[in-house]
């Protein structure tokens, strides 16, 4: 079952996980899901960004709170 959430948790949770390394899940689209540890580097008030540690395709990038409450971007816990 899937637990309830809103945008203020998920800001919340961001907050505390910045600075911190962490494991990633993003689905880029069609069918392309990249699996990444990054830091998360800065916190606005709608958007957060990250900076992958890992080697992947990605650079740099930021990803707004409404990305993690969809499921574009999900935080694996280890």
Do not use: H, W
Request: net charge positive.
């Amino acid at each position: 079952m899937k637990r309830n959430t809103n945008i203020a948790d998920i800001k919340d949770k961001v907050e505390k996980l910045k600075g911190q390394n962490i494991s990633l899940k993003i689905n880029k689209g069609r069918n392309k899901i990249v699996a990444l540890t990054a830091i998360i580097d800065q916190v606005y008030p709608s958007m957060f960004i990250i900076n992958p540690t890992s080697q992947v395709s990605l650079d740099r990038k930021s990803y707004s709170y409404s990305d993690v409450l969809c499921g574009d971007v999900k935080f694996v816990e280890e």
